[in-house]
């Protein structure tokens, strides 16, 4: 393998392009007042809710944890109710995003536009609502962020949440390029197991919310991208012995 086989980067976007996670967490929080509801997530329990992908799901579970047998609530009244708390989230987490609450991290914007500079495809995989993506890129990029990215893959188009490999290979389907070819980008064990899933390399960038979480298997584990060059990317790509 040469280095010149790296063609194409693809980021993950919740924790890994944007450190968003604490917004998310104020939003569910709102949400949950707004609606009535007697929930308060803390840092510890939502590090735990991580582990589900989706916030739907998160909540759907959580609801599990709480109510026991949910089945009895009935069969339209329950995903009502869910999906009425999540619009809720969801729209609290844009006011937030348009506030100024959630940044990029360190290093995305520089390596993003430097990869773009040379030439490389770069794509987005993330079971996120497109909305969520659109706050936050919007916000750190202007309104043509969408330019930037060849491919954009997220929970409107892919059904299966991580850790399923779904979007990732529907992003290589579009991309028309081999795993071997491409960079993943992710901060969780849940989107590591996706990206491995669809053989693809990956470097992991833990946040507080999941830099306990195991990442056997990633080409690197980081604290940030802050310094990362395209340079770097094709070594460490090229190197990898797997």
């Not at 609530?73 to 995003?97: C, F, N, Q």
């Not at 409107?156 to 992003?171: E, G, I, N, W």
Request: proline residues 5%.
């Amino acid at each position: 393998m040469t280095a010149t086989s790296l063609r194409a980067l693809i980021f993950d976007v919740d924790g890994t392009l944007a450190d968003s996670e604490p917004a998310h967490l104020a939003a569910f929080n709102q949400a949950f007042a707004e609606a009535g509801v007697d929930w308060h997530w803390d840092e510890a329990l939502y590090t735990r809710l991580l582990e589900v992908s989706g916030g739907r799901e998160r909540i759907m579970h959580y609801w599990g944890k709480v109510h026991g047998d949910i089945t009895s609530i009935g069969a339209s009244a329950l995903p009502d109710t869910v999906r009425r708390i999540h619009d809720l989230k969801a729209a609290a987490y844009e006011r937030m995003v348009l506030d100024g609450a959630v940044h990029l991290r360190p290093g995305v914007l520089d390596l993003i536009r430097s990869a773009f500079d040379e030439g490389l495809r770069l794509a987005i995989a993330t079971t996120t609502s497109p909305v969520n993506i659109d706050a936050i890129l919007r916000s750190a990029m202007g309104p043509d962020w969408t330019y930037t990215f060849k491919v954009i893959e997220d929970g409107s188009t892919a059904r299966r949440r991580k850790p399923d490999p779904l979007v990732y290979l529907q992003t290589l389907e579009r991309l028309q390029l081999p795993p071997t070819e491409c960079l993943a980008f992710e901060d969780s064990a849940n989107g590591l197991k996706a990206a491995m899933g669809a053989k693809l390399k990956t470097i992991v960038t833990p946040n507080a919310f999941t830099a306990h979480q195991s990442f056997v298997g990633a080409l690197r584990v980081l604290p940030s991208l802050q310094g990362t060059t395209v340079s770097d990317l094709r070594d460490w790509h090229a190197t990898d012995a797997r």
